[in-house]
Protein backbone atom coordinates (compact mmCIF):
# COMPACT_ATOMS: atom_id res chain seq x y z
CA UNK A 1 0.00 0.00 0.00
CA UNK A 2 1.18 3.69 -0.95
CA UNK A 3 0.50 6.20 1.81
CA UNK A 4 1.32 10.03 2.04
CA UNK A 5 2.80 11.10 4.92
CA UNK A 6 4.85 13.68 6.55
CA UNK A 7 7.84 12.31 7.99
CA UNK A 8 9.38 14.63 11.23
CA UNK A 9 12.42 15.05 12.67
CA UNK A 10 13.47 15.83 15.85
CA UNK A 11 16.85 16.50 17.80
CA UNK A 12 17.65 13.74 19.71
CA UNK A 13 20.59 15.60 21.30
CA UNK A 14 20.23 15.24 25.57
CA UNK A 15 17.31 13.32 25.26
CA UNK A 16 17.88 10.13 27.63
CA UNK A 17 15.81 7.81 30.00
CA UNK A 18 12.96 8.71 30.91
CA UNK A 19 12.67 11.87 28.97
CA UNK A 20 12.34 10.56 25.17
CA UNK A 21 8.92 8.98 25.73
CA UNK A 22 7.84 11.96 27.44
CA UNK A 23 9.17 14.25 24.46
CA UNK A 24 7.64 12.05 21.87
CA UNK A 25 4.39 11.62 23.35
CA UNK A 26 4.51 15.52 24.29
CA UNK A 27 5.93 16.73 20.47
CA UNK A 28 2.89 13.97 19.00
CA UNK A 29 -0.02 15.51 20.85
CA UNK A 30 1.41 19.24 19.74
CA UNK A 31 1.48 18.26 16.44
CA UNK A 32 -1.84 16.74 15.94
CA UNK A 33 -3.07 20.06 17.93
CA UNK A 34 -1.53 22.68 15.73
CA UNK A 35 -2.78 20.93 12.48
CA UNK A 36 -5.77 19.82 13.76
CA UNK A 37 -6.07 16.31 13.08
CA UNK A 38 -6.78 13.71 15.23
CA UNK A 39 -4.45 11.57 17.27
CA UNK A 40 -4.48 8.64 15.58
CA UNK A 41 -3.12 10.68 12.64
CA UNK A 42 0.02 10.99 14.31
CA UNK A 43 2.33 7.99 14.33
CA UNK A 44 5.47 7.56 16.36
CA UNK A 45 8.22 5.35 15.50
CA UNK A 46 11.36 5.28 17.63
CA UNK A 47 13.43 8.61 16.57
CA UNK A 48 10.69 9.64 14.21
CA UNK A 49 7.06 10.49 14.13
CA UNK A 50 4.79 10.49 11.13
CA UNK A 51 1.72 12.35 10.04
CA UNK A 52 -0.72 10.67 8.00
CA UNK A 53 -2.55 13.57 6.60
CA UNK A 54 -6.29 13.20 5.21
CA UNK A 55 -5.09 15.49 2.59
CA UNK A 56 -2.36 17.22 0.67
CA UNK A 57 -2.69 20.77 2.46
CA UNK A 58 -0.04 23.02 1.73
CA UNK A 59 -1.23 25.08 5.27
CA UNK A 60 -0.13 22.17 7.24
CA UNK A 61 3.63 22.48 6.21
CA UNK A 62 3.39 25.89 7.37
CA UNK A 63 1.80 25.23 10.44
CA UNK A 64 4.49 22.43 11.39
CA UNK A 65 7.30 25.12 10.33
CA UNK A 66 5.69 27.12 13.77
CA UNK A 67 5.60 23.62 16.06
CA UNK A 68 8.25 23.76 18.35
CA UNK A 69 10.12 20.34 18.97
CA UNK A 70 10.24 19.59 15.08
CA UNK A 71 14.09 19.96 13.75
CA UNK A 72 13.05 19.11 10.29
CA UNK A 73 10.27 17.76 8.64
CA UNK A 74 9.60 16.12 4.54
CA UNK A 75 6.22 15.40 2.87
CA UNK A 76 6.45 11.99 1.24
CA UNK A 77 5.55 8.68 0.20
CA UNK A 78 5.70 5.32 2.34
CA UNK A 79 5.31 1.93 -0.02
CA UNK A 80 6.28 -1.71 1.23
CA UNK A 81 9.33 -2.80 2.11
CA UNK A 82 10.39 -4.37 -1.46
CA UNK A 83 12.76 -3.48 -4.02
CA UNK A 84 9.73 -2.77 -6.86
CA UNK A 85 8.13 -0.63 -5.28
CA UNK A 86 10.71 1.76 -3.69
CA UNK A 87 11.83 1.80 -7.59
CA UNK A 88 8.61 2.53 -8.64
CA UNK A 89 8.14 5.33 -5.93
CA UNK A 90 11.40 7.03 -6.99
CA UNK A 91 10.88 7.64 -10.27
CA UNK A 92 7.21 8.91 -9.77
CA UNK A 93 8.65 11.62 -7.15
CA UNK A 94 11.78 12.21 -9.63
CA UNK A 95 9.05 12.70 -12.61
CA UNK A 96 7.22 15.53 -10.41
CA UNK A 97 10.51 17.13 -9.75
CA UNK A 98 11.45 16.92 -13.33
CA UNK A 99 8.16 18.41 -14.13
CA UNK A 100 8.66 21.30 -11.48
CA UNK A 101 12.16 22.18 -13.79
CA UNK A 102 14.91 20.36 -11.84
CA UNK A 103 17.71 19.63 -13.60
CA UNK A 104 19.87 17.63 -11.30
CA UNK A 105 19.55 15.29 -8.18
CA UNK A 106 20.78 12.94 -6.22
CA UNK A 107 19.87 9.50 -3.80
CA UNK A 108 20.37 10.01 -0.25
CA UNK A 109 19.58 6.69 1.60
CA UNK A 110 19.85 5.16 4.75
CA UNK A 111 19.20 1.79 5.68
CA UNK A 112 17.69 1.19 9.36
CA UNK A 113 16.24 -2.55 8.35
CA UNK A 114 19.39 -4.38 8.53
CA UNK A 115 17.71 -7.15 6.37
CA UNK A 116 17.18 -5.45 3.44
CA UNK A 117 19.02 -6.58 0.59
CA UNK A 118 20.68 -3.89 -0.29
CA UNK A 119 22.71 -1.72 2.17
CA UNK A 120 22.80 2.16 1.65
CA UNK A 121 25.38 2.44 -0.73
CA UNK A 122 23.62 -0.41 -2.84
CA UNK A 123 20.90 1.65 -2.70
CA UNK A 124 22.00 4.87 -3.81
CA UNK A 125 23.42 3.71 -6.65
CA UNK A 126 20.41 1.43 -7.39
CA UNK A 127 17.88 4.08 -7.63
CA UNK A 128 20.52 6.84 -9.42
CA UNK A 129 20.99 4.67 -12.28
CA UNK A 130 17.13 3.86 -12.47
CA UNK A 131 15.96 7.45 -12.22
CA UNK A 132 18.78 8.26 -14.97
CA UNK A 133 17.49 5.73 -17.05
CA UNK A 134 13.82 7.10 -16.73
CA UNK A 135 14.54 10.50 -17.18
CA UNK A 136 17.85 10.70 -19.47
CA UNK A 137 17.80 14.58 -18.94
CA UNK A 138 18.56 14.88 -15.44
CA UNK A 139 22.14 14.40 -14.08
CA UNK A 140 23.67 13.80 -10.87
CA UNK A 141 25.28 16.50 -8.59
CA UNK A 142 26.41 15.40 -5.10
CA UNK A 143 26.92 19.12 -4.35
CA UNK A 144 24.31 21.03 -5.05
CA UNK A 145 21.27 19.08 -6.40
CA UNK A 146 17.91 20.83 -7.30
CA UNK A 147 16.54 17.74 -5.37
CA UNK A 148 17.62 15.14 -3.05
CA UNK A 149 15.64 12.13 -3.12
CA UNK A 150 15.45 10.73 0.08
CA UNK A 151 15.07 7.42 0.89
CA UNK A 152 14.65 5.56 4.71
CA UNK A 153 14.24 2.06 5.13
CA UNK A 154 13.17 0.89 7.86
CA UNK A 155 10.63 -2.11 9.80
CA UNK A 156 7.30 -0.50 8.86
CA UNK A 157 8.28 0.49 5.17
CA UNK A 158 10.25 2.40 3.09
CA UNK A 159 9.88 6.19 3.28
CA UNK A 160 10.44 8.23 0.42
CA UNK A 161 10.39 12.17 0.05
CA UNK A 162 12.36 14.95 -2.06
CA UNK A 163 11.70 18.16 -0.13
CA UNK A 164 13.23 18.73 3.28
CA UNK A 165 12.19 22.21 5.31
CA UNK A 166 13.34 23.52 8.72
CA UNK A 167 11.07 23.72 12.05
CA UNK A 168 12.28 25.90 14.67
CA UNK A 169 14.03 23.29 17.01
CA UNK A 170 13.25 23.81 20.70
CA UNK A 171 11.64 21.53 23.23
CA UNK A 172 7.98 20.92 22.54
CA UNK A 173 5.74 23.52 24.47
CA UNK A 174 4.45 22.24 27.73
CA UNK A 175 7.40 19.88 28.11
CA UNK A 176 8.92 23.06 31.19
CA UNK A 177 5.94 23.90 32.66
CA UNK A 178 4.10 27.32 32.37
CA UNK A 179 5.05 30.75 32.32
CA UNK A 180 3.17 34.05 32.25
CA UNK A 181 4.46 36.58 30.07
CA UNK A 182 4.42 40.29 30.90
CA UNK A 183 3.21 41.15 27.64
CA UNK A 184 3.83 45.20 26.68
CA UNK A 185 3.10 46.46 22.85
CA UNK A 186 7.11 46.60 22.49
CA UNK A 187 8.50 44.69 20.27
CA UNK A 188 10.66 42.79 23.23
CA UNK A 189 8.42 41.16 25.06
CA UNK A 190 6.65 39.08 22.40
CA UNK A 191 10.17 37.72 21.50
CA UNK A 192 10.90 36.62 25.26
CA UNK A 193 7.55 35.01 25.04
CA UNK A 194 8.95 32.78 22.25
CA UNK A 195 12.53 31.98 23.41
CA UNK A 196 10.45 30.69 26.32
CA UNK A 197 8.40 28.82 24.39
CA UNK A 198 11.11 27.81 22.61
CA UNK A 199 12.43 25.82 25.66
CA UNK A 200 9.23 24.36 26.62
CA UNK A 201 7.17 26.72 28.76
CA UNK A 202 3.81 26.98 27.91
CA UNK A 203 2.78 30.90 28.23
CA UNK A 204 0.29 33.04 29.07
CA UNK A 205 0.07 36.36 28.80
CA UNK A 206 -0.81 39.37 31.02
CA UNK A 207 -1.25 43.41 29.85
CA UNK A 208 -1.54 45.90 32.48
CA UNK A 209 -4.04 48.34 31.28
CA UNK A 210 -4.43 52.35 32.24
CA UNK A 211 -8.01 53.39 30.30
CA UNK A 212 -8.61 56.13 29.04
CA UNK A 213 -4.78 57.34 28.50
CA UNK A 214 -4.22 54.13 26.72
CA UNK A 215 -6.33 53.45 24.54
CA UNK A 216 -8.49 50.61 23.14
CA UNK A 217 -6.43 50.17 20.33
CA UNK A 218 -3.22 49.89 22.04
CA UNK A 219 -5.40 46.62 23.66
CA UNK A 220 -5.84 45.08 20.56
CA UNK A 221 -2.43 45.57 19.34
CA UNK A 222 -1.38 43.37 22.57
CA UNK A 223 -4.24 40.91 21.74
CA UNK A 224 -2.56 40.89 17.93
CA UNK A 225 0.84 40.09 19.57
CA UNK A 226 -0.82 37.48 21.32
CA UNK A 227 -2.75 35.58 18.64
CA UNK A 228 0.78 35.24 17.11
CA UNK A 229 2.38 33.84 20.00
CA UNK A 230 -1.06 31.25 19.66
CA UNK A 231 0.45 30.26 16.94
CA UNK A 232 3.69 29.27 18.42
CA UNK A 233 2.12 27.56 21.16
CA UNK A 234 -0.51 25.93 18.91
CA UNK A 235 -2.85 26.56 21.35
CA UNK A 236 -5.03 29.68 22.98
CA UNK A 237 -3.36 32.32 24.88
CA UNK A 238 -5.38 33.33 27.49
CA UNK A 239 -4.52 37.51 27.97
CA UNK A 240 -4.84 38.83 31.62
CA UNK A 241 -5.92 42.70 31.66
CA UNK A 242 -5.94 44.51 35.03
CA UNK A 243 -7.06 47.64 35.62
CA UNK A 244 -3.75 49.71 35.85
CA UNK A 245 -4.52 53.61 35.92
CA UNK A 246 -5.20 53.93 39.46
CA UNK A 247 -1.99 52.56 40.26
CA UNK A 248 -0.37 54.73 37.69
CA UNK A 249 -2.39 57.88 38.77
CA UNK A 250 -1.76 57.25 42.37
CA UNK A 251 2.30 57.01 42.04
CA UNK A 252 2.44 59.46 40.18
CA UNK A 253 0.49 61.83 43.00
CA UNK A 254 2.66 61.05 45.85
CA UNK A 255 5.82 59.46 45.17
CA UNK A 256 9.10 61.75 42.74
CA UNK A 257 8.92 60.86 39.14
CA UNK A 258 12.60 59.30 38.74
CA UNK A 259 10.52 56.19 40.59
CA UNK A 260 8.06 55.94 38.81
CA UNK A 261 8.87 53.02 36.09
CA UNK A 262 10.57 51.01 39.03
CA UNK A 263 7.36 51.17 41.07
CA UNK A 264 4.64 50.30 38.31
CA UNK A 265 6.94 47.42 37.53
CA UNK A 266 7.05 46.36 41.18
CA UNK A 267 3.39 46.76 41.28
CA UNK A 268 3.15 44.67 37.68
CA UNK A 269 5.45 41.59 38.85
CA UNK A 270 2.79 41.90 42.09
CA UNK A 271 0.01 41.01 40.16
CA UNK A 272 1.34 38.80 37.86
CA UNK A 273 2.65 36.31 41.08
CA UNK A 274 -0.76 36.71 42.41
CA UNK A 275 -2.51 35.58 39.21
CA UNK A 276 0.28 33.16 38.50
CA UNK A 277 -0.28 31.77 42.42
CA UNK A 278 -4.24 31.22 41.66
CA UNK A 279 -3.57 29.72 38.28
CA UNK A 280 -0.81 27.77 38.67
CA UNK A 281 2.01 29.40 36.67
CA UNK A 282 5.55 28.03 37.12
CA UNK A 283 7.43 31.77 36.59
CA UNK A 284 7.06 35.15 35.30
CA UNK A 285 8.93 36.43 32.23
CA UNK A 286 9.68 39.63 31.14
CA UNK A 287 11.49 40.93 28.01
CA UNK A 288 13.49 43.32 29.97
CA UNK A 289 16.98 43.26 28.90
CA UNK A 290 20.53 44.97 30.66
CA UNK A 291 21.11 47.73 29.75
CA UNK A 292 18.76 48.84 26.80
CA UNK A 293 16.93 51.73 28.42
CA UNK A 294 18.36 53.77 31.26
CA UNK A 295 15.83 51.90 33.25
CA UNK A 296 16.89 48.33 32.82
CA UNK A 297 20.14 48.15 35.02
CA UNK A 298 20.66 44.77 37.34
CA UNK A 299 20.43 47.76 40.45
CA UNK A 300 16.63 48.60 39.15
CA UNK A 301 16.04 44.90 38.00
CA UNK A 302 16.81 43.21 41.57
CA UNK A 303 14.37 46.17 43.22
CA UNK A 304 11.85 44.52 41.41
CA UNK A 305 12.72 41.25 42.01
CA UNK A 306 12.40 41.98 45.58
CA UNK A 307 9.13 42.95 44.80
CA UNK A 308 7.73 39.14 44.12
CA UNK A 309 9.08 35.71 45.73
CA UNK A 310 8.30 33.64 42.43
CA UNK A 311 11.15 33.19 39.87
CA UNK A 312 11.15 35.78 37.21
CA UNK A 313 12.50 34.56 33.88
CA UNK A 314 14.37 37.43 31.32
CA UNK A 315 15.41 35.54 28.20
CA UNK A 316 16.54 38.23 26.80
CA UNK A 317 19.15 39.83 29.28
CA UNK A 318 22.11 38.64 27.09
CA UNK A 319 20.33 40.16 24.20
CA UNK A 320 21.13 43.68 22.41
CA UNK A 321 18.14 45.40 20.28
CA UNK A 322 19.50 44.36 16.79
CA UNK A 323 19.38 40.28 17.99
CA UNK A 324 15.83 40.91 19.23
CA UNK A 325 14.36 42.83 16.08
CA UNK A 326 15.81 40.30 13.70
CA UNK A 327 14.16 37.76 15.56
CA UNK A 328 10.80 39.61 16.00
CA UNK A 329 10.68 39.46 11.98
CA UNK A 330 11.44 36.42 11.99
CA UNK A 331 8.35 35.40 14.24
CA UNK A 332 6.27 37.86 13.00
CA UNK A 333 5.53 40.38 16.00
CA UNK A 334 7.57 43.33 14.52
CA UNK A 335 5.17 44.42 12.07
CA UNK A 336 2.46 44.67 14.33
CA UNK A 337 5.30 45.84 17.49
CA UNK A 338 5.51 49.08 15.10
CA UNK A 339 2.20 50.31 15.58
CA UNK A 340 2.22 53.55 16.72
CA UNK A 341 0.07 52.76 19.93
CA UNK A 342 1.60 53.39 23.75
CA UNK A 343 1.57 50.67 26.07
CA UNK A 344 1.76 53.05 28.57
CA UNK A 345 0.86 56.31 28.58
CA UNK A 346 3.91 58.79 28.00
CA UNK A 347 2.32 60.43 30.57
CA UNK A 348 3.48 58.57 33.18
CA UNK A 349 6.99 57.96 31.96
CA UNK A 350 9.44 60.19 33.55
CA UNK A 351 12.05 62.16 31.96
CA UNK A 352 14.77 61.24 34.05
CA UNK A 353 14.16 57.87 35.59
CA UNK A 354 16.44 56.37 38.36
CA UNK A 355 19.25 54.29 37.04
CA UNK A 356 20.27 52.39 40.40
CA UNK A 357 17.71 52.38 42.39
CA UNK A 358 18.00 51.78 46.06
CA UNK A 359 15.43 49.32 47.53
CA UNK A 360 15.30 51.00 50.66
CA UNK A 361 14.19 54.39 48.71
CA UNK A 362 12.42 52.43 46.30
CA UNK A 363 10.12 50.58 49.46
CA UNK A 364 9.98 53.74 51.59
CA UNK A 365 8.54 55.50 48.30
CA UNK A 366 6.31 52.97 48.01
CA UNK A 367 4.73 53.08 51.44
CA UNK A 368 3.08 56.28 50.61
CA UNK A 369 0.89 54.51 48.73
CA UNK A 370 -2.22 51.98 49.41
CA UNK A 371 -0.99 49.19 47.83
CA UNK A 372 -3.44 46.79 48.80
CA UNK A 373 -6.61 48.76 47.84
CA UNK A 374 -4.87 49.34 44.18
CA UNK A 375 -4.15 45.63 43.83
CA UNK A 376 -7.42 44.81 44.61
CA UNK A 377 -8.68 47.64 42.81
CA UNK A 378 -6.99 46.01 39.62
CA UNK A 379 -8.28 42.76 40.20
CA UNK A 380 -11.65 43.78 40.52
CA UNK A 381 -11.71 45.54 37.00
CA UNK A 382 -9.54 42.90 35.34
CA UNK A 383 -11.13 41.65 31.70
CA UNK A 384 -9.56 37.95 31.02
CA UNK A 385 -9.44 37.44 26.71
CA UNK A 386 -9.08 34.32 25.38
CA UNK A 387 -6.98 34.45 21.61
CA UNK A 388 -7.15 31.51 19.19
CA UNK A 389 -4.06 31.02 16.46
CA UNK A 390 -7.18 30.85 13.93
CA UNK A 391 -8.90 34.34 14.82
CA UNK A 392 -8.34 37.46 12.93
P1 LIG B 1 8.80 45.86 25.32
O1 LIG B 1 9.24 46.00 23.94
O2 LIG B 1 8.50 44.45 25.70
O3 LIG B 1 7.73 46.83 25.73
P2 LIG B 1 10.73 47.62 26.36
O4 LIG B 1 12.16 47.51 26.04
O5 LIG B 1 9.89 48.67 25.72
O6 LIG B 1 10.05 46.20 26.18
P3 LIG B 1 9.73 48.47 28.90
O7 LIG B 1 8.62 49.14 28.24
O8 LIG B 1 10.62 49.20 29.79
O9 LIG B 1 10.71 47.74 27.91
O10 LIG B 1 9.16 47.21 29.71
C1 LIG B 1 9.98 46.19 30.20
C2 LIG B 1 9.16 44.95 30.36
O11 LIG B 1 8.10 45.15 31.30
C3 LIG B 1 8.47 44.55 29.07
O12 LIG B 1 9.30 43.76 28.25
C4 LIG B 1 7.27 43.77 29.61
O13 LIG B 1 7.64 42.45 29.91
C5 LIG B 1 6.93 44.51 30.86
N1 LIG B 1 5.88 45.53 30.62
C6 LIG B 1 6.04 46.86 30.42
N2 LIG B 1 4.84 47.46 30.26
C7 LIG B 1 3.90 46.50 30.36
C8 LIG B 1 2.46 46.47 30.29
N3 LIG B 1 1.73 47.58 30.08
N4 LIG B 1 1.85 45.29 30.44
C9 LIG B 1 2.56 44.15 30.64
N5 LIG B 1 3.89 44.11 30.72
C10 LIG B 1 4.57 45.28 30.59
MG1 LIG C 1 7.73 48.88 26.18
Redesign the pocket.
Known amino acids: MREQLVTIRFDEIGLKGKNRPLFEKRLADNIARALHIDASRVKRERGRIYVYPEREDERLLRRLEQVFGVKTFSPGVRVPVAVEAMEAEAIELARKEVDGGAKTFKVDARRALKSFPLDSMDINAHLGRRVLEAFPELSVDVHQPDFKLQVEVRPSGIFLSTRTYQGPGGVPVGMSGRAL??????????V?GWMLMKRGLAIDA?????PPY?GERAKEK?LELARVLARWKGDQVKVYVPY?TEIQVQTAQHVPSPLW?II??RF?HRIAERIAEADGFNAL?????IG??A??TVQNLQCIDRAVRILVLRPLTGFDKVEIVNLAKRIGTYEI?IQPYE??CTLFAPKNPKTKARLDHVESAESQLPADRLIAEAFERMEVITVNAEDG
Open positions: LLLSGGIDSPAVYFHSTVFTHRMATGESQVSQSDC
